[in-house]
């Protein structure tokens, strides 16, 4: 059965950092592009960052620069850490293979709130 679970998720102040952490269940993942999506109020669900199996890493225009996606070695967790955070990066933050049309379950994602 496939599960992810997000965390890491919270209140920080404009310029902060968070580390999001997502657990992914099933071998499935092992051998798959991962990718950090977030969904804004309002807005479709959109990618922000994706690592293929061998290590490439891409990242969408609002975030380059200032987040980072990584996997440990095993390869069943993958990491995103968020630096210079700003209002418009409040989101609810998930994460799951890329692209999101080959996704199939999601989890509950973790909230990000940015505000002073």
């Known amino acids: 059965q496939v599960q992810l679970v997000e965390s890491g998720g919270g209140l920080v102040q404009p310029g902060g950092s968070l580390r999001l952490s997502c657990e992914a269940s099933?071998?499935?993942?092992?051998?798959?592009?991962m990718a950090w999506y977030r969904q804004r109020a309002g807005n479709k669900r959109e990618w922000v960052a994706f690592?293929?199996?061998?290590?490439?890493?891409d990242y969408n225009e609002p975030v380059k620069g200032r987040f980072t996606i990584s996997r440990d070695s095993a390869k069943t967790k993958v990491y995103l850490q968020m630096t210079n955070l700003k209002s418009e990066d409040t989101a609810v933050y998930y994460c799951n293979v890329f692209p999101a049309r080959d996704a199939t379950d999601w989890g509950q994602g973790t909230q990000v709130t940015v505000a002073s």
């Open positions: 099933g071998s499935i993942f092992r051998r798959s592009t």
């Open positions: 690592q293929t199996e061998g290590g490439y890493t």
